[in-house]
């Protein structure tokens, strides 16, 4: 199947610093890039879907100014944690999907520890 | 309000044998559907997917089951291996729309040898 890589597989910030979490579809070109959020022992969180080109569009109750996502090209997407406290300490993972198709295929995910 | 529920939280079953996982969703706009297996600290890996317009489809040893008047899917594993043992979850999609898929909360499958 397709393959999303995630870069890094593990960030340990110190509160107030901002961390930036790459996206790359190895294989394929990514239109629509999707970014998750899970909790421990909870279901994936979508907080934003981004297209190429264009603005990403966040889920309700995701501050924009908080994460910051960035698609600039068909296989790169970054999300930028501002700011970052102990609270968005989460995995986050993110997917992407071609135009041609329906399934998404997701990155490997990055565990995020704010102290 | 959960418009793609997995009602079972974990399932047990013994090394061999069929795994059922079931998942029932409420919006009858959704018409592709997709299975996705996840380890812990890990993102999901897709498994097998089905379009409305089918009632099964099969890869390997896996199998998905839609019934479409029952707005109900399942995910069979035959036999089960203990490496199957992870949270599986049910998405859906409108692909007609924003192809934004919606999930479920997953499902934990243990598989004993």
């Known amino acids: 199947g397709a393959v999303v890589s995630q870069h890094p597989s593990w960030v340990i910030c110190k509160s107030g610093t901002s961390v930036k979490i790459e996206c790359r579809s190895l294989?394929?070109?990514?239109?629509?890039m999707f970014w998750y959020r899970q909790f421990p022992k909870q279901s994936l969180m979508l907080m934003a879907t981004s297209n190429e080109g264009s603005k990403a569009t966040y889920e309700q109750g995701v501050e924009k100014d908080k994460f910051l996502i960035n698609h600039a090209s068909l296989t790169l997407s970054t999300l930028t944690v501002t700011s970052a406290h102990p609270e968005d300490s989460s995995f986050y993972i993110c997917s992407a999907r071609d135009y041609y198709q329906e399934t998404q295929y997701f990155g490997p995910g990055t565990r995020l520890l704010v102290l | 309000d959960q418009q793609v529920k997995q009602n079972s939280p974990s399932l047990s079953v013994q090394e061999g044998r069929i795994s059922i996982l079931n998942c029932d969703y409420t919006n009858s706009m959704f018409d592709y559907f997709l299975w996705y297996k996840k380890y812990p600290a890990e993102g999901p890996t897709f498994l097998i997917s089905?379009?409305?317009?089918?009632d099964k489809n099969e890869d390997g040893r896996f199998t998905v089951f839609l019934n479409k008047s029952a707005k109900h899917l399942s995910l069979h594993i035959v036999p089960s291996q203990p490496g199957d043992s992870a949270v599986y979850f049910c998405?859906?999609?409108?692909?007609?729309?924003?192809?934004?898929?919606?999930f479920g909360r997953g499902t934990s499958l243990i598989v004993h040898p």
């Open positions: 998405a859906a999609i409108t692909t007609g729309g924003s192809y934004i898929p919606t």
């Open positions: 089905i379009s409305s317009i089918k």
């Open positions: 294989d394929f070109q990514a239109t629509t």
